[in-house]
C-alpha cells in the first residue's frame, strides 16, 4: 500500500499541484496552442500575480502572491445525436460538455509579511488592522489553497426544436453595462479573491457559479423583430449571498476585519438563527427556500436596436452597491408580551443573548422582484459610436431603519442603543447610459484606434432615506440619488504585443470620490504575458471620511495597488 | 394607326435586335470570364512550367509581375517555381445565373445595383467604360463564394526574424442569404433566406485558441445596400456578453497589417472608394495551390512559395474617398476566372507602396472534402508590411464547402450560448 492515501491526493493542495505537473508535462506531447485529441481538448493558464500595497508613495508592502492554475476541458460527448459515437439519442441533436478547473496556492501565507494593513476609515486606532504575520498557521493554511471545479456543465441542443438547455454549474451574465451590476445579477461575488479589483480581475473569477439550468428558446424572426428569443434559469437551492473577505488574511478583499466569528482580529461572536454574512440567511438551501428564478424575452428590431426585457426573483445578494443592509436586527423580545413590558426588557434580553455570544441580528438576504430593460443601438451616421443603456427597478430592497434600534443594557443597566437596526423595505431604481466609440487618436497612435468606452449610472430611492442607515459606518448616510461615472480607453501598439488599457471612475455624489486605474499586458509570446496594472483610490481636495459603498476613494483610500503578473497559456 | 403599328412593330423588333446583339455579345465574354483558358493555356517564353523565379533568374517575369514584387524577388526575398496555368472554373448555377441575368443590371445614380438577380452582374467590363472600375468592384461584391463557407485557420503576427508575435486559431464562416444563383428545388429550402432582412451575408468569427481570448466571437451582417452600413457585434468571454460594436473600416485589429476593409483583397464598403478599370493583364499568380494549405517561405515566412502560374487578370485600382484613410490607394489583381484578387498592392498616402496582400486559393481536387467544388477555395492569406518589417498570416487548417448549418446559427443567443 502505498504511504500516500487517496484521501490526502484529493486535498486541495495535492490537486491543484498534480494539476501543475500534468500541465507543464502536456506540451511534450502536443504541438497546438491548444491541446485538442478528437472531440477533447484541453486548455487553460498558469498565472502568478504578485500585489504589492502602496498607501503612500514610499510605503510598499506585498499583500498577495497568488499562484493560480485554470485547466478548461471540453468534449463533444453528442455529435448528431449519437453520444460518444455509439449510443442513438433521438431528440437531441448534440451536446457539450465544459469543465473549468481553479486551483490556487498563495506563498504569502508561508512567509506572512507585515506591516499593519489600513483599514477603514483609514485614520486613528480604527484606521489599522492585523497583519498577515497575525494568521495562526491554521488559519493561514486555510487561506492557502483553493482547487474547485468552478464551472461544470453541458450544453444540450435539441434536435427538433429551437431549445438550448444548459446543465450544471454555471454563470449567466444578462444586461449591456460594464463593472455596473444590475441585470448581471445572478451570480454573486466573492470578494475574497478581490474586493477593489475591478479592472484588473475578471469577473469570471469574481462571480460564484451556481448549480442551474438554464434554456434557451430561439423563435427565430417574428413579424420585422428578428432573432427573437426567450430565456430562463433556475437555481434550485444551492444558492449562495456575496462572499466576504476580512483583513488581515485577506487584505485585497473588504478594508476592514471581520467584526464576527472566525477573524483572528475581530470579535467572536455568532448571528442569530445560525446564519452566517455571507455565506447564508436564515433559510435552508433547498428547493423550497432558496430557488432563484429568471427570465429574459430578447429580440432585434427592424431598426437595428437590440433588447431584452427581464424579470428576476432571487435572494438580495448585497452586491449591487446598493447600501441595503445584510444584518436585521431582531429584538429577543416584543414589547407588550409576556416579560417585555418596558424598552429595558428588550435591552435585558438582547443583553443576556450577547452574554451567550450571539448578536441580535442575522445574516439577512430576501427576496425581491426585479424587472429591467437593456437596449444597444450602433449610430453609424452622427455620433459614430453604440449607445447601452440597461434599467432594473428592484422590489422590496432591505435597509437599516434608524427608527428600529437594537437595544441592550450599558455598565449601568440602562438600555442604550447596540448600533444594530431592524430593517424596512424600500424599491430601488437603477440605470445607465453608456456610449462606445472607437476614435482615432493619431497622435498616440497612428495604426489603431482607441476605443473609448464611458457610461453614467444613477440610482433612486423612492423612499424618504432619512430614516436608513448606511453600512459603511455611523455617519453613513443613505440618499435618495447616486450617481457613478466610468471612462475608460484600450488600444494595441506593437504589433499586438502591447494592449494598454486605462480607466477613471468618479461618484460626484461623495466628494468625487475616484478610482485611477491602468493595465498593460505586454505578450512576450503568444504563450507567455507579463501584466503590469496599477490602481489609485483618492478623493479630491477631501481629507475627511468619505462613506460610501462604490468602492472608490472613499472606502479603498489608502488601498493604492500595484500588480505584476506573468501568465502562461496552453 | 399605322404609325402606331409600325412603331410597336419597330421596337419590338429593336428590342429583339438588341437582345439578340447582347446575347452574342455576352456568349462571348461569358466564355472569356469564365473559361479564358478555354482556347489555350498562357504560354510565355522563358517561363515555361518548371521555370525558378529567383533573385539570379527574374528577367523573364519582368513583364508579368508587378514591378512592387518583382522588387521583392530581385531582392531574394522571394522566389517561386512556375506551373501549368490550373483551369479553375466557378459553378455552373453561378455561370448560368450570369448568362440569364446580368443583362438586366443596371448601375443606379446612387451607385447601387439595380435589376440584379444572381450571378455576376457585369460580365462585360470594358476599360473604356468610365463606370468599369465600379462594375468591377461590384462583380468582385457578388463573386461566387458559394453559399456556406466554414474555415478553421491560424493567423499569426510574424516579426522579421520570424519571431511570431500573437497566434490565434480562429473557425471562420461566411454565409450568404441573398442572389443565390442556385435555382430553389421543387421542394427544397429557399436559398435566399435573408431576403426580407436585406441582407448579403452573415460573418461568422470564433476564437478557438489561446485561452486569454479563447471564445471570443464576432458577427458581422453585410447588406446587400453598400450604402448601408454593416451591423457588427462582439462576444467576449470576459464579459460573457454581446455587445454591438462599430468597425471602422480603416482600422486595424491587433495592431495587425490588415485593416479591416483589406480581407479578401477588399471588404469595404464600395462608395468608400473611386475605382478604375487599369485593364486585363497576363501575370504570374500564386493560384491553385495543390494542397490543403498554402505553404509559406521566404523573408520572414511571409510569402507563398508554392507554384506560380501565368493568370488572365483584372487590375482594379481603388482609391478612398476620404482623405484620413491609412492609404492612398489599393491595386487589386483580381484572378479573372474566380474573380477573387490573389494579390493587393497597398499604397499610403504619400503614394509609396506600404503592403502587399496575398490571398491564396488552391485547386480543389487537392483539398480532401472540396474535390467537386467549384468555388474559389481558399488556402491562405498574408499581408507583408513593408513599413514596420512584418507580416500578418494566416494558415488554412481545414475548409468546408456549401454544408448546411442550423437555421439559427448566427443567431445572438445562440452565439452567447456558444461563448461560454
Redesign the interface.
Known amino acids: 500500500m502505498n504511504t500516500l492515501s487517496h484521501t490526502a491526493l484529493l486535498r486541495p493542495g495535492c490537486t491543484f499541484i498534480a494539476l501543475c505537473v500534468l500541465t507543464l508535462a502536456l506540451p511534450l506531447s502536443f504541438a497546438?496552442?491548444?491541446f485538442t485529441y478528437g472531440d477533447l481538448s484541453l486548455?487553460?493558464?498558469l498565472q502568478t500575480q504578485q500585489i504589492f500595497r502602496h498607501p503612500e508613495p514610499d510605503t510598499w508592502s506585498i499583500i498577495q502572491q497568488r499562484n493560480v492554475l485554470?485547466a478548461?476541458v471540453e468534449y463533444d460527448w453528442i455529435k448528431n445525436g449519437q453520444a460518444f459515437s455509439r449510443f442513438s439519442l433521438p431528440g437531441i441533436d448534440s451536446a457539450h460538455f465544459?469543465g473549468l478547473y481553479r486551483g490556487v496556492y498563495d506563498s504569502v501565507y508561508d512567509f506572512q509579511p507585515g506591516p499593519r494593513q489600513d483599514v477603514f476609515p483609514y485614520r486613528g486606532q480604527a484606521g489599522r488592522d492585523g497583519k498577515l504575520s497575525d494568521l495562526s498557521q491554521k488559519a493561514a493554511h486555510a487561506l492557502r489553497f483553493e482547487s474547485t471545479f468552478r464551472e461544470v456543465f453541458t450544453?444540450i441542443e435539441f434536435a427538433r426544436i429551437?431549445l438550448?438547455v444548459?446543465l450544471g454549474r454555471q454563470?449567466v451574465?444578462w444586461?449591456?453595462s460594464?463593472n455596473l451590476r444590475m441585470l448581471d445579477r445572478t451570480n454573486a461575488l466573492d470578494t475574497t479573491w478581490h474586493g477593489g479589483g475591478v479592472g484588473q480581475e475578471?469577473?469570471?473569477d469574481l462571480r460564484i457559479p451556481y448549480w442551474m439550468i438554464r434554456a434557451?428558446y430561439?423563435f427565430?424572426?417574428i413579424g420585422k423583430l428578428?432573432?427573437v428569443?426567450a430565456?430562463s434559469y433556475w437555481v434550485p437551492g444551492l444558492w449562495v449571498p456575496l462572499k466576504l473577505g476580512f483583513s488581515p488574511g485577506r487584505p485585497w478583499s473588504s478594508p476592514s476585519a471581520n467584526p464576527f466569528g472566525g477573524s483572528p482580529t475581530g470579535g467572536n461572536f455568532r448571528l442569530l438563527n445560525r446564519t452566517v454574512l455571507g455565506r447564508r440567511g436564515n433559510y435552508s438551501k433547498s428547493i423550497d427556500e432558496n430557488s432563484q428564478v429568471g427570465f429574459r424575452l430578447?429580440t432585434?428590431t427592424p431598426q437595428?436596436v437590440?433588447v431584452t426585457l427581464n424579470y428576476l426573483y432571487q435572494r438580495t445578494a448585497h452586491d449591487d452597491g446598493v447600501n441595503t443592509s445584510s444584518l436585521r436586527g431582531l429584538n429577543q423580545c416584543q414589547i407588550g408580551t409576556v416579560g417585555c413590558e418596558t424598552i429595558a426588557d428588550v435591552a435585558r434580553s438582547n443583553t443576556a443573548l450577547l452574554e451567550r455570544g450571539i448578536l441580535p441580528a442575522e445574516a439577512y438576504y430576501p427576496y425581491t422582484h426585479a424587472v429591467g430593460i437593456s437596449a444597444?443601438?450602433?449610430d453609424?451616421d452622427y455620433t459614430?459610436?453604440?449607445w447601452?443603456m440597461e434599467t432594473i427597478y428592484e422590489f422590496g430592497k432591505p435597509f437599516a431603519d434608524k427608527h428600529k434600534p437594537i437595544m441592550m443594557l450599558d455598565e449601568d443597566e440602562r438600555p442604550i442603543q447596540s448600533g444594530f437596526l431592524g430593517i424596512k423595505k424600500s424599491d430601488v431604481w437603477q440605470a445607465f447610459i453608456g456610449f462606445?466609440?472607437?476614435t482615432?487618436i493619431r497622435a498616440l497612435n497612428r495604426?489603431?484606434?482607441f476605443f473609448l468606452t464611458s457610461q453614467v449610472f444613477w440610482q433612486y430611492i423612492p423612499t424618504s432615506t432619512s430614516r436608513f442607515q448606511g453600512q459603511i459606518s455611523a455617519t453613513d448616510k443613505v440618499r435618495n440619488w447616486e450617481a457613478v461615472g466610468t471612462i475608460a480607453a484600450s488600444t494595441?501598439?506593437?504589433?499586438?504585443?502591447l494592449l494598454p488599457v486605462a480607466f477613471f471612475v468618479i461618484d460626484p455624489i461623495n466628494h468625487y470620490s475616484s478610482q485611477l486605474g491602468w493595465v498593460v499586458d505586454y505578450?512576450i509570446?503568444?504563450?507567455l504575458?507579463v501584466r503590469l496594472a496599477q490602481n489609485y483610490f483618492f478623493v479630491p481636495g477631501f481629507g475627511g471620511q468619505v462613506d460610501e459603498s462604490w468602492g472608490l476613494g472613499g472606502l479603498y483610500r489608502k488601498r493604492d495597488e500595484t500588480v505584476v503578473r506573468l501568465?502562461y497559456?496552453? | 394607326m399605322q404609325k402606331l403599328l409600325l412603331a410597336l412593330t419597330a421596337s419590338v423588333f429593336g428590342f429583339i435586335g438588341a437582345s439578340f446583339a447582347w446575347a452574342e455579345m455576352s456568349a462571348q465574354a461569358i466564355q472569356a470570364m469564365f473559361h479564358p483558358y478555354a482556347n489555350g493555356k498562357p504560354a510565355v517564353e522563358g517561363l515555361a512550367p518548371g521555370t525558378k523565379v529567383e533573385p539570379d533568374s527574374w528577367q523573364a517575369a519582368q513583364d508579368y509581375l508587378p514591378v512592387e514584387i518583382l522588387d521583392r524577388i530581385k531582392a531574394g526575398e522571394l522566389a517561386f517555381e512556375v506551373r501549368e496555368t490550373t483551369d479553375l472554373p466557378v459553378s455552373d448555377a453561378y455561370i448560368t445565373a450570369t448568362r440569364n441575368h446580368a443583362e438586366h443590371v443596371q448601375l443606379g445614380a446612387d451607385g447601387e445595383l439595380g435589376g440584379y438577380v444572381a450571378g455576376m452582374p457585369f460580365p462585360i467590363l470594358d476599360p473604356a467604360d468610365e463606370q468599369a472600375g465600379l462594375k468591377a468592384a461590384w462583380n468582385y461584391r457578388h463573386r461566387d463564394f458559394g453559399t456556406i463557407m466554414q474555415i478553421w485557420n491560424?493567423f499569426r503576427?510574424i516579426?522579421e526574424s520570424g519571431a511570431?508575435?500573437?497566434?490565434i486559431?480562429n473557425y471562420y464562416v461566411v454565409a450568404y442569404g441573398m442572389h443565390r444563383p442556385q435555382t430553389r428545388d421543387a421542394n427544397g429550402p429557399d436559398p435566399n433566406i435573408w431576403q426580407?432582412?436585406g441582407l448579403l451575408y452573415k460573418e461568422y468569427y470564433h476564437i478557438?485558441?489561446?485561452?486569454?481570448l479563447?471564445n471570443t466571437i464576432s458577427l458581422k451582417h453585410r447588406h446587400i445596400r453598400d450604402q448601408a452600413?454593416d451591423?457588427?457585434w462582439v462576444y467576449s468571454?470576459?464579459?460573457?456578453?454581446i455587445?454591438?460594436?462599430?468597425?471602422?473600416h480603416e482600422?486595424?485589429a491587433?495592431?495587425?497589417g490588415l485593416l479591416n476593409d483589406d480581407y479578401f483583397g477588399f471588404s469595404g464598403y464600395i462608395r468608400s472608394y473611386t475605382w478604375k478599370l487599369v485593364g486585363i493583364q497576363t501575370l504570374l499568380a500564386p493560384v491553385g495551390v495543390q494542397a490543403v494549405k498554402t505553404t509559406f517561405g521566404g523573408r520572414g515566412g511571409w510569402y507563398p512559395v508554392d507554384p506560380w502560374e501565368l493568370r488572365e487578370m483584372v487590375v482594379l485600382e481603388g482609391a478612398p474617398t476620404a482623405d484620413?484613410h491609412?492609404y492612398s490607394k489599393r491595386v487589386l489583381y483580381i484572378d479573372r476566372q474566380m474573380f477573387v484578387p490573389v494579390y493587393a498592392l497597398m499604397y499610403d498616402r504619400t503614394g509609396a507602396h506600404a503592403k502587399t496582400l496575398f490571398e491564396l486559393y488552391g485547386n480543389p481536387k487537392f483539398n480532401p472534402g472540396n474535390e467537386h467544388v467549384r468555388v474559389p477555395v481558399w488556402t491562405g492569406e498574408s499581408m507583408i508590411d513593408y513599413q514596420?518589417a512584418?507580416g500578418s498570416v494566416t494558415e488554412i487548417t481545414k475548409m468546408v464547402c456549401n454544408e448546411p448549418m442550423p437555421?439559427?446559427f448566427f443567431?445572438?443567443?445562440?452565439i452567447v450560448?456558444r461563448g461560454?
Open positions: 497546438r496552442a491548444d486548455s487553460g493558464n485554470r478548461r465544459v450544453d429551437p438550448s444548459r454563470m451574465v444586461g449591456e460594464d475578471t469577473w469570471d434557451t430561439s427565430g424572426r428578428s432573432d428569443y430565456e430578447g432585434t437595428g437590440t444597444s443601438y450602433a453609424d459614430e459610436g453604440v447601452r462606445d466609440r472607437p482615432w495604426r489603431s484606434t494595441t501598439y506593437m504589433r499586438g504585443k505578450y509570446t503568444p504563450r504575458i501568465t497559456q496552453f | 491560424t503576427l516579426e511570431v508575435n500573437r497566434e486559431e426580407e432582412e478557438t485558441a489561446p485561452f486569454d479563447k452600413k451591423d457588427d468571454p470576459a464579459g460573457r456578453k455587445r454591438k460594436i462599430i468597425v471602422k482600422d486595424v491587433l495592431d495587425s484620413d491609412p514596420n512584418f437555421a439559427d443567431n445572438l443567443n445562440k450560448a461560454r
